[in-house]
Nanobody, 114 residues
Framework: QVQLVESGGGLVQAGGSLRLSCAVSGSSVSITTMAWYRQAPGKQRELIARIGSSGATNYADSLKGRFTISRDNAKNTLYLQMNSLKPEDTAVYYC????????WGQGTQVTVSS
């Protein structure tokens, strides 16, 4: 049983920054492709960033250049650095593998005000 605990969300003004963390228990962030997802109000959950076992990263076009996915293998933690936040980034943010095959955590709420 893999446990995912997201944290670091909050209320921020447009143009601000947040750093999200995803603590993983029961598996390793270094041996599989991990990803960040978000679910905005009224929308389905979408994959927004991924990091492969090789360290290669990929981002949704809407946030490329603003968000950075990374991991700390020693701490078994996934991170998402979010800069230049926009109101449309408001969502609940989740972590998982790119296949979504771990149990979903509660997510962390990010609210960006205009």
């Amino acid at each position: 049983q893999v446990q995912l605990v997201e944290s670091g969300g909050g209320l921020v003004q447009a143009g601000g920054s947040l750093r999200l963390s995803c603590a993983v228990s029961g598996s390793s962030v270094s041996i599989t492709t991990m990803a960040w997802y978000r679910q905005a109000p009224g929308k389905q959950r979408e994959l927004i960033a991924r990091i492969g076992s090789s360290g290669a990263t990929n981002y949704a076009d809407s946030l490329k250049g603003r968000f950075t996915i990374s991991r700390d293998n020693a701490k078994n933690t996934l991170y998402l650095q979010m800069n230049s936040l926009k109101p449309e980034d408001t969502a609940v943010y989740y972590c998982n593998t790119v296949w979504g095959n771990y149990g979903w955590g509660q997510g962390t709420q990010v609210t960006v005000s205009s």
